[in-house]
């Protein structure tokens, strides 16, 4: 959805009243989109009255002209997308637009897609604006099912309206195609004429109507599609600093190799943000380039899943799959890249050599050490996998990290506002909690008891839709009983297992590494433990009484745990962790989460944060509940 939308008179008009740039900055704070920069508001006020003057002189005036437009299930927005319809088929076409302030830009040597803005030392690199604008067409034909028929419906364009051509000669040199071109101050009259080619000046209301309604396509689980990314063609789009991402890591183990260097990168970002996407896509890209590559992780359930998705296509790949505790005897810049996703479960200390810090083995193990890490995903006693730990780590053997901060959200449908609402309402923001209002891609729900959160999610499940339970650690974990799970879990007359714990098969169960993933997994209830690393449609969060709010604040009470990790733990770690655990637990849908307490006052303090569904929502309905593939 865009922030605005009107038609281009309109739009030309609000322009020279300069009233445009206020009007959005307060639609971006109703929709609570997270701290505006001024960057942005000057942005807003720079180029798009260059972006009007060249739609009024191009006579489309009628052409709907949607602002801040915002990819599906991504928080991720295209600066401008133009509905109308194209003058030769009649057929609806879009053209999206990206603008750029730029004077000045050069490419950055050894990469094809990345550049530098400005001139002379300013080393930040940036996606080249054509690369950018490809992406988005990409990713706005494959999640608008009104556009899977329709491959030449949308175009895309960089215009770059304060810059000659002479000083952005660099980037010309990325031929343009129908998805990409880019456009300059003395190159306008060929944009015009562009845009006269892809638009007609009849009213494009109805096309506009017709993308803003189009049914969304979800966002692709990471693990159904595993094989096929490592394996075939891009599967995933990369959006803005996820490719950034890749190309610096592509680019660093190169100049590593050919000159015998090291260089060591970490990428942050909050769940959903494509950490592992990026992994994916780096493990195909490196070992296309013949680089030697290893992607590991501190979690047994994720790397077991893994192994299991691309095991289905090609055994040998599953090599390539390890984890951190496997390089304590590694040989020293043995790898050209080590790709550490959840990087944030590295151990304190080596598994096998007393004395040695586990970073210290991943540091060493290759030439190019890239960390991929949410620091408020540490939930165990001994995990230090901290930007700030690596930082330090890093500087002790002379090396500055490049830092690489990813800024989208993909899950949770796309939606910034569940985020933020999530870290406050949990207190790992300085900013106060706030009441929750549904969106057209999100749905949260405080439910009276663990029974109708069953009904809920079952009934999604029956849509052929995922949906998982998942809990704080608050009950014993038993053994299974005459091949049968033990129903510890109890909650009035509400019962049911815990996951599986290891691969021991029982029928009709999965191994706890499928748990997240497997249609079976929805009898049994998740914690931390297999939850972690994972996504699926629907989320059921039970808080147990370890985690309880009084008064204004939340209180840790170890007693009601029963976690062994944290049985040793002093009260300022235990609610550092378990605060993170929750936070984990409440960010694994992509539709929705139900929320449920078992303490009386934590379940009111949720029930003033989340107002009660109306009858049509509840239970039954929910807003634009994607299906799953």
């Not at 556009?147 to 660099?170: I, M, Q, R, S």
């Not at 090609?314 to 550490?340: Q, T, W």
């Not at 690393?533 to 009484?545: M, R």
């Not at 062994?564 to 770690?573: C, E, F, M, N, V």
Request: aromatic share 6%; net charge negative; charged share 25%.
């Amino acid at each position: 959805m865009p922030l605005l939308r009107m038609p281009v008179h309109e739009f030309v008009d609000r322009c020279r009243q300069d009233t445009l740039a206020a009007e959005l900055a307060e639609r971006h704070r109703k929709a609570r989109l997270g701290r505006l920069e001024e960057a942005e508001i000057r942005s807003w006020r720079n180029s798009l009255p260059a972006l009007a003057d060249v739609l009024d002189e191009a006579g489309l005036r009628n052409v709907e002209v949607l602002i801040e437009y915002q990819l599906a299930l991504s928080s991720l927005r295209a600066d401008v997308v133009l509905a109308g319809w194209h003058p030769s088929t009649t057929e609806p076409s879009y053209v999206i637009v990206e603008l750029k302030q730029w004077t000045h830009a050069r490419a950055l040597p050894d990469t094809e897609d990345l550049c530098l803005p400005g001139v002379g030392n300013n080393n930040r690199a940036f996606l080249h604006p054509v690369a950018q604008v490809r992406r988005y067409c990409q990713y706005l034909q494959d999640f608008t099912t009104t556009l899977d028929a329709e491959p030449d419906a949308v175009a895309g364009l960089a215009y770059l309206h304060n810059a000659d051509t002479t000083n952005v000669a660099d980037l010309l040199a990325l031929e343009p195609d129908h998805h990409g071109r880019l456009f300059t101050h003395d190159t306008r009259d060929q944009l015009i004429t562009h845009l006269q080619s892809r638009l007609s000046p009849a009213h494009g209301t109805g096309a506009a109507d017709a993308l803003l309604d189009s049914p969304l396509a979800p966002s692709r689980p990471l693990l159904r599609a595993t094989a096929e990314e490592i394996l075939h063609a891009d599967r995933f789009v990369l959006l803005d600093e996820q490719q950034v991402a890749v190309s610096l890591v592509r680019r660093a183990v190169k100049k590593a190799r050919e000159a015998d260097g090291k260089e060591v990168l970490i990428v942050t970002g909050g769940p959903g943000s494509g950490k592992s996407v990026i992994a994916l896509h780096l493990m195909r890209h490196l070992a296309h380039d013949r680089h030697t590559v290893v992607h590991a992780t501190g979690s047994k359930s994720f790397t077991r899943t893994l192994h299991h998705a691309v095991g289905t296509h090609e055994p040998r790949v599953r090599k390539l799959f390890s984890y951190f505790m496997h390089f304590a005897d590694a040989r020293k810049n043995g790898l050209d890249a080590l790709i550490c996703d959840e990087a944030h479960r590295i151990r304190a200390h080596s598994v096998r050599h007393r004395g040695v810090r586990q970073i210290d083995e991943l540091l060493d193990a290759a030439r190019v050490p890239v960390f991929l890490l949410d620091d408020h995903q540490v939930v165990r006693p001994g995990e230090m996998g901290s930007r700030e730990a690596i930082d330090h780590a890093a500087a002790a053997r002379g090396l500055r990290p490049r830092h690489i901060d990813l800024d989208g959200q993909f899950r949770n449908g796309g939606s910034r506002a569940y985020e933020q609402w999530v870290l406050r309402l949990l207190q790992l923001t300085d900013e106060p909690a706030t009441q929750w209002a549904d969106e057209r891609t999100f749905h949260v729900q405080v439910v009276d008891s663990p029974q109708q959160m069953e009904d809920i999610l079952r009934a999604r499940e029956d849509q052929y839709l995922t949906a998982r339970i998942t809990a704080g650690f608050c009950w014993p974990w038993s053994d299974p009983r005459r091949g049968r799970l033990v129903d510890d879990i109890t909650i009035g007359s509400w019962s049911k297992p815990w996951n599986l714990r290891g691969d021991s098969g029982l029928e009709g169960v999965p191994p706890s590494w499928l748990w997240a993933t497997d249609p079976d997994g929805f009898g049994q209830v998740g914690c931390i433990y297999t939850a972690q690393g994972f996504e699926y449609d629907w989320n059921g969060v039970i808080f147990g009484d370890d985690f309880i709010w009084r008064q204004d604040r939340w209180l840790p009470n170890p007693r009601a745990n029963r976690d062994p990790a944290l049985s040793r733990t002093d009260p300022a770690t235990f609610l550092r962790l378990v605060r993170n655990t929750y936070k984990v637990l409440l960010t694994r849908g992509m539709a929705g989460t139900l929320l449920y307490s078992t303490d009386p006052e934590t379940q009111a303090r949720l029930r003033l944060l989340v107002p009660a569904p109306t009858t049509a929502e509840s239970g039954a309905h929910a807003p634009d509940s994607p299906p799953t593939p």
